[in-house]
C-alpha cells in the first residue's frame, strides 16, 4: 500500500507513525494491520474472512466514536446545535494501490456490512479510452494479481509471456492501435507539390496527425480514395508504429469500419509490434513496478531475472 508522501499535520505529526494511506475530498483510508495485531496476537492464525470481520468490528466503533465529535465540532465552528455530518463506514479493503490522487485500485471484501469480492478501479492509465484494449486487459489482470497476493516472479512470468504474445503472434492489428481522434488534422497538412507523393508535414505534427495523413497519402498515391474515406479532421482512428518500409512512414493511421485490403496487407507486413509493446506498456510497467519496490526486467537471458 502506497503511504501518503507528505503528511499533513492535521493528520499527525511528523514525528508521529502515519497509518493513513490514501485520502481525497469525502474520504479517508486507514491502514489497520498495527491496530488489528495490537487486539488479536493470534493476528497471523486468522483467516482472511476472520481478518476482515475482525476490521469491521473496528471501523464500526471509530465511525460512532468520529460522528460522536461532529456534535461538537457543530457548536465550536459552526455555532449550531443541529447537524447532520456523520462518518461512515464505506468498505473493507483487503489491499490496494494508489498511485496519486483518484487514481487507485482497491480490492473490496465487504461493502456497507455485506461481503463482496471486486476491484474497484478509478483514473489509472489503462482505462483511458486513448488505451487499447488488449494491453488495457492485461494491465487490469496483472494488477489484480498482485492485489490478491501473487509473487513478482509470477507476475514477471506473465509479463514475459504477454511480451511474446504482442511481439511474436499473429494478434490482430487493429488490437493494438492506439485509439483516439484526430481535432487539428488540416493546421499539419502542407500543400502537396509536383514530383512529391508525401504530403508535406508542419513542424510539431502530432504523432496521431501525422499517422492520419499518411493514411491519406497512400489512399491517393494506390488510388483507392474513390472507394474508401480519407481521414478527416474529427474522425476517430487508431494508429501504429511501422518498421522500415518503402515508402519510409513512420506511424500510419486506419479506420476500423473501413480498411482497404491493399492497407491491412500493408500493415500486417510493416507493424512494428515490437515498438508498440515497449512505447504503451513498457514506461507503465516500470511506474507500476517502481511502486511496488521491483524492478522490471524484460530480457529472460539474464541470468539474474527475478528480484526475490
Known amino acids: 500500500m502506497k503511504h501518503i508522501e507528505e503528511t499533513p499535520w492535521w493528520i499527525c505529526d511528523k514525528e508521529d507513525t502515519n497509518y493513513c494511506a490514501y485520502s481525497d475530498t469525502d474520504s479517508i483510508y486507514i491502514h489497520a494491520e498495527p491496530l488489528l ?9 486468522m483467516s482472511s474472512e476472520e481478518k ?4 469491521e468490528k473496528v471501523a464500526l466503533k471509530y465511525q460512532d466514536i468520529i460522528t460522536g465529535y461532529y456534535d461538537q465540532l457543530a ?14 463506514t464505506e468498505c473493507v479493503i483487503r489491499s490496494a494501490y494508489f498511485r496519486a490522487t483518484r487514481r487507485y485500485a482497491q480490492w473490496i471484501t465487504k461493502q456497507e456490512g455485506i461481503d463482496k469480492e471486486s476491484l474497484d478501479v478509478k483514473g489509472l492509465e489503462f482505462m483511458k479510452t486513448n488505451f487499447p484494449p488488449v494491453f ?3 494491465f487490469k489482470m496483472i494488477l ?20 511474446e504474445e504482442i511481439v511474436n503472434s499473429d494478434i490482430d492489428i487493429t488490437l493494438l492501435g492506439n485509439p483516439t481522434s484526430v481535432k487539428t488534422l488540416n493546421n499539419y497538412v502542407g500543400k502537396l507539390k509536383a514530383g512529391e507523393y508525401l504530403s508535406p508535414l508542419i513542424k510539431g505534427a502530432p504523432a496521431n ?17 474513390k472507394q474508401h474515406s480519407n481521414i478527416v479532421q474529427g474522425d476517430k482512428i487508431k494508429w501504429v508504429y511501422l518498421k522500415d518500409n518503402p515508402y519510409r512512414i513512420e506511424k500510419l493511421a486506419f479506420l476500423e469500419f473501413d480498411m482497404p485490403d491493399k492497407i491491412k496487407e500493408f500493415l ?12 504503451i506498456v513498457v514506461n507503465k510497467l516500470e511506474g507500476f513496478y517502481s511502486d511496488l519496490g521491483w524492478v522490471l526486467n524484460l530480457n529472460p537471458y539474464k541470468t539474474k531475472f527475478f528480484n526475490f
Open 37 to 45: 495485531r495490537h487486539l488479536h496476537p493470534n493476528f497471523d492464525e
Open 136 to 138: 488495457g486487459k492485461f
Open 209 to 225: 496527425v501525422t499517422s492520419a495523413i499518411r493514411y491519406n497519402d497512400l489512399l491517393r498515391l494506390w488510388n483507392l480514395n
Open 144 to 163: 489484480e494479481k498482485v492485489l490478491k497476493g501473487t509473487p513478482q516472479s509470477e507476475i514477471d512470468k506473465l509479463v514475459l509471456d504477454f511480451q
Open 268 to 279: 500486417i507486413k510493416y507493424i512494428d509490434r515490437r515498438k508498440s509493446f515497449e512505447t
Open 75 to 88: 457548536k465550536e465552528c459552526f455555532n449550531v446545535d443541529s447537524h447532520r455530518l456523520e462518518m461512515k
Open 52 to 55: 476482515d470481520n475482525a476490521l
